[in-house]
């Protein structure tokens, strides 16, 4: 009798664990679609990010400036640009108007998700060839604030550096 009763508690006890796995832990339940939802959100940061960068790459900035806010701030190798828009009229356009080809090369972007706002930081090392042959090899890293507007990240704050190679 004793042995039935071990074996019938035992099969109750194990019953809700079994019709419901995550009821004994829902803190694991709750985490596991916000991990989900913020890697998510952690892609389309990148995507936004990967299409700045390919568009650089094509030497075509169409369209780029719907990947930034109207109230964007633009910072470049300790420069201050101002908006994305003054950035693509007075630098940036005419900047890849005089390339031959700009190449990304270890491309790696991280991502971290606060609520409505993304922080993104991107290494690269780049080649720039000019029009007129002459190369230019860097490191580079960016810093970028985003923002969920309208569904949509768009680009608020762009920070990016670059250097020389060591040995070069």
Known sequence: MKA?????????????????????????????????????????????LTQYKSAIERLDATGTE??????STVF???GVEGSYSNYLAHHLGPELKAFKSFKFSDYKIDVRIEGPVALATETYNYR?????????????VATSVLKK????????????SARKPKGS
Do not use: C, Y
């Open 4 to 48: 039935i009763f071990t074996i019938a508690a035992a099969a109750l006890a194990a019953q809700p664990v079994a019709a419901h796995p995550d009821s004994a832990h829902p803190v694991a339940a709750k985490a596991a679609p916000a991990k989900a939802s913020a890697e998510t959100e952690a892609d389309a940061v990148r995507s936004v």
């Open 66 to 71: 719907l990947l930034f806010t109207t109230d």
């Open 76 to 78: 470049e190798t300790g």
């Open 128 to 140: 720039i060839e000019t029009n007129k042959g002459e190369i230019a090899e860097r490191r580079g």
């Open 149 to 160: 507007i309208g569904g949509q990240w768009q680009i608020l704050s762009m920070h990016n």
